[in-house]
C-alpha cells in the first residue's frame, strides 16, 4: 500500500505552523487512540499512520528532508516506520498528551499526580465486628500544606513557569541524530520552579498532619475485610487529588468464641453429674447467656448447634449457628468420703454395659497384638 502524504493524514497545509501541527495531531490522535478504540484495527492503523507523520512533521531536520524528497527521505527514521508495535510513540505522545493526561501516567514526568492509598489496621473486638461500631481513628497522612494553599510558594508570591523546560517539566536532548527526552533537571519535572519557598512546608506544597477520621464499621465485618475511605489518603502532588484511605479490619482473639466466617464455636465445660443424669447449663452468645439442654449419657465432645446464634455476614444473608462443644470436666480436690462414693460406684459397675465404647476399644487393641504374636 502506498504511502499516504504526511501533510494529508494530519489533513493541515504544507506551510502549517508547528503549532497548528501539534494541535492537528491531537485531535486525530485523540479520535484513534487504542484506549478510546479497542480491538478496532483500522484505528489503530490511522493512530500509527498519524503519529509517524507527526514524529516527522515536528522535527525541523526530518520536516525539510520530506519536503524535499517525499517519504524516501525520511525512510527508517520514524520510530514506528513500518515496524511492528508502537515503538517509540509514547516519547511523542507524552510531549503532546502530557498536559492533558496529568504527567503521563507515572512516566517520570512532573505535574499533578494522585496521592498515594493509605493503609490503616483496625484492630475491632468481636462483638463491636458483629454488631458495627463507628471508631475514630488517628492517621498520620500528607495534606495540603494550609499556608501556601499548596503550591509550595511563600504566601504572596507564586511559582513561576520552568525557564529551562518552559513549564513542559521535560526537555528534548540532542544526542547526535537522536533527540532523547528527559525529565527537567531543573525543576525536576514539575514545570514550574519557586524562587521563595513556603515556610511552613519548605516548598513540598505538602505537609504531615495526623488526622482523627471517624470510621463507620457495618456489622458483620470480619478479619480482612477492607473499608475504602475516597479521598482521605495523602494529599496529590501540585494539586493532585488525594488517595484513598483502606481500613483494614483485624477482629481479636475473644474469651469464649472461635469466628468461623459467619459461625461461631465455643467450649463448654460440663460436670460428670450433668453429663449422665441430663441437665440444663448456661451457655454464652454474644446477646448474652442461653440455657442448653444437655440430654441423658451425654458424651464428652458433643457439638450442639444453636440456630441463629452465629454472625449476620456484612454481605448479607442469614446468620450463621453458635456451636457449642461439651467438654467433660473430671471432679478435683476431692474429699476421702467423695472418694469412698466413687469408689462404691466404681464397684457397681461391672461388665460392658456402662462403657460400651471402652471394652471395644481394648478388645480391638487386643486383638491388634495377637495379630502381631506377641
Ligand atoms: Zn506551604
Ligand atoms: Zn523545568
Known sequence: MAKRDYYEVLGVAKDVSSQDLKKAYRKVAMKFHPDRNEGDKAAEEKFKEASEAYEILSDDQKRAAYDQYGHAGVEGQSGMGGGEGFGNFSDIFGDVFGDIFGGGGGRGRGGPSRGSDLRYTLDLSLEDAVRGTTVKIKVPTLVNCGTCGGDGAKPGTSPTTCNTCGGHGQVRMQQGFFSVQQTCPTCRGKGKSISDPCKSCHGRGRVEETKTLSVKVPPGVDTGDR????????????????????VQ????????????????????????????????????????????????????????????????????????????????????????KQKDLLEQLKDSFKGKTHSPKQHSWFDGMKNFFGDMKM
Open 249 to 336: 479490619v483485624n477482629v481479636k482473639d475473644h474469651e469464649f468464641f472461635q469466628r468461623d466466617g459467619k459461625n461461631l464455636y465455643c467450649e463448654v465445660p460440663i460436670s460428670i453429674f450433668d453429663a449422665c443424669l441430663g441437665g440444663e447449663i448456661e451457655v454464652p452468645t454474644l446477646d448474652g447467656r442461653v440455657k442448653l439442654k444437655i440430654p441423658v449419657e451425654t458424651q464428652t465432645g458433643k457439638l450442639f448447634r444453636l440456630r441463629n446464634k452465629g454472625v449476620v455476614p456484612v454481605r448479607g444473608g442469614s446468620a450463621g449457628d453458635l456451636l457449642c462443644r461439651v467438654i467433660l470436666e473430671t471432679p478435683v480436690n476431692l474429699s476421702s
Open 227 to 246: 473499608i475504602r475511605l475516597a479521598g482521605e489518603g495523602e494529599a496529590g502532588a501540585d494539586g493532585g487529588p488525594s488517595g484513598d484511605l483502606y
